[in-house]
Structure formats: C-alpha cells, structure tokens
C-alpha cells in the first residue's frame, strides 16, 4: 500500500521505490521538480507538503499542524501499552505450613498427628470425627514440608486431605490443579491410664508415597472431602 502505513515503532518512510539517493533520499527528477516547484506557489508555510507516487501520478497533500506536547504529560512506551492491556498474572496464594483453617472442635487431650506433605502441591488437611461427625482440625501445609497437630482428645477419625496449587481463603479450596484424597483406614486417638502414667495416640502420615509405606488411600470426589 501505497503511502506506507505508520506503525508503532522505529521505521523508515520511503517515499519513493523508484529513484534514491545512496543515502537513501529520494531525488526527484528535473520533471517532477518543475511540476513541484508550480505546486508549491500556493501553499503557505502552516503545513506539510507530503509527495508521494500513486497509479503514476504525483499527488500533494497539507498536513494538519500538530499541537506540540505538554511537558507535564506523561509519556507511554509501547511496553507500557502492552503491559496494560496483558496484566501480568497474580502469583500463587499459599499458606504458612499448620495454618489452621478452621477452629479446633471436640474435647481436647494428649494425641498428635505429626503430617509431611513430600510433594510439589500444597495441601490441606481434614481429620474428621466420624462419631460426633464433625471436623476435629483443619490445616494447611505447604509443598515439601510439615506441621504438627496436637492437643487432639479421645476420638475416632478420618484423615482426608486435598493437593492443590492458589489458595482460595473464601471459598476455602484450591483453585488449580486439585486432587482429593482419604486414607482408607481410621485414626484412633486413645488415651490410657496405666501404673507409668497416662498412655496417648501419636500418629505420624505422609501425604506422599514411600518405600515401605504401609498406609493405603482413595481419590474421592469434592463433595466428600467437605462431608462431616
């Protein structure tokens, strides 16, 4: 297309592919500068005398005078544009590790549950009384690391617990990237009087697989995770 269409970026004009200089100027020749000489009469010094080629004729356009910019506005780089239409995405939210997302419930005591999330996901975790049918803890542990239940009292539970990536602190679940999960079988949390004092429950779990590991769990469905 013909004249060439102003882009947002450095470019050259080129007014001509017919004749140039080796400096890349166009020369106009003793034809053309005549016929531009008597154009050029007319014209008063408030404008721009563009000249340009098009289908074989020379055409003469005046361009409107451009205000001259404000010394007090801003500037905006093209990066800036770009930036402000594309918004660089929000990092990933995600909780210090024993975070508790919910009140402790239930009579307290000695039991403890030690947990090590080995994988690359965080995780939350649910132990659940199946008696009483209500949520004992809920926690939070971050990828590769630990927390530490404690204080938890008689009671007969299950641990369910949910891999995910962005935390969600209203709806109170993961936004990406969520599996869910139960260990199929209970948690007895006991405490036991005896001649050496009181005898208590401590439960250690990994939310990952190991050599050796003699713990066995099912994927269950969103609904589940949240049933008391």
Known sequence: MWPP????????????PRRASPFGIWVPSRR??????????????????????????????????????????????????????QPASEPAVSLPSGFELAEPRGPTGRGTLKITNGTQSDAVLRLVDIELRQTRRFVYIAAGDQAMLRGIGPCHCVVRFALGRDWDEEAMRFRRNVTYSTFDEGFHFTETDSDDGVQWAVFEVTLHRVVGGNAKTSRISEGDFFAN
């Open 32 to 85: 053309i500068r005549k016929l531009l000489s008597r154009a050029t009469l007319g014209l008063g010094a408030a404008g721009l005398l563009i000249l340009f080629l098009r289908g074989g004729k020379i055409s003469f356009l005046r361009e409107r005078e451009i205000a001259p910019v404000s010394p007090t506005s801003p500037a905006v780089s093209p990066a800036q544009l770009v930036g402000a239409s």
């Open 5 to 16: 269409v102003p882009v947002d970026q450095p470019s050259k004009l080129l007014v001509s």
